[in-house]
């Protein structure tokens, strides 16, 4: 099983700050099959990166991936109030699926 | 309307048996894998078990194999989560979510989830 490990756990900003998330995963991701979603309290989680570095439908440029093999980056350039949230990353590579434990961005 | 609509949530004894519904709206549902994902109360999110497009291949997670059982009927736009032999760490939100391939895929549409209690 691949284990991913993200950090921080909580990241304090503020309103147009940049937030640099890191997924780090036990074993190399296959084909950099590698997610981020975004979720806030209440709602389902929402997809904003697939393939390591592609954005999904209607997510903001603001919003970019990178990383391969074992490390990946989810940047925020300029922090908005609605991404104050817990974003998570997903391989999708090998079964079992896994997530990470997440990261919450915080209003400093 | 593009959408995955979970139901058959509520509260049970351990040791009892809960089967799981998702119905699937607005796009062609055998043509994509399905997954269960799970949420305990206040913490992340925890792969369950996916479905290939065809039933033609499964996967679970440890902490479920052998208690829990997935499948779909694509006659029917639905997918299923039987679980047996509940514990109280099986206590959370389960959601539907709808990957973007016959059998992987990130996952693009999710419900919104319906409320396991595994509680005496």
């Known amino acids: 099983e691949i284990v991913l490990t993200q950090s921080p756990g909580t990241l304090s900003l503020s309103p147009g700050e940049i937030a640099t998330l890191s997924c780090r995963a036990s074993q190399s991701v296959s084909s950099s099959y590698l997610a981020w979603y975004q979720q806030k309290p209440g709602q389902a989680p929402r997809l904003l990166i697939y393939g390591a570095s592609s954005r999904a439908t209607g997510i903001p440029d603001r919003f970019s991936g990178s990383g391969s093999g074992t490390d990946f980056t989810l940047t925020i350039s300029r922090l908005e109030p609605e991404d104050f949230a817990v974003y998570y990353c997903q391989q999708y590579g090998s079964s079992p699926w896994t997530f990470g434990q997440g990261t919450k961005v915080e209003i400093k | 309307e593009v959408q995955l609509v979970e139901s058959g949530g509520g509260l049970v004894q351990p040791g009892r048996s809960l089967r799981l519904s998702c119905a699937a709206s607005?796009?062609?549902?055998?043509?994509?894998?399905m997954h269960w994902v799970r949420q305990a109360p206040g913490k992340g999110l925890e792969w369950v078990s996916g479905?290939?497009?065809?039933?033609?291949?499964?996967g679970y997670a440890d902490s479920v194999k052998g208690r829990f059982t997935i499948s779909r009927d694509n006659a029917k736009n639905s997918l299923y989560l039987q679980m047996n032999s509940l514990r109280a760490e099986d206590t959370a939100l389960y959601y539907c979510?709808?990957?973007?391939?016959?059998?992987?895929?990130?996952?693009?549409?999710w419900g919104r989830g319906t409320l396991v209690t595994v509680s005496s």
């Open positions: 607005g796009f062609t549902f055998d043509d994509y894998a």
């Open positions: 479905i290939s497009w065809n039933s033609g291949s499964i």
């Open positions: 979510a709808k990957a973007t391939g016959y059998s992987s895929g990130w996952y693009n549409l």
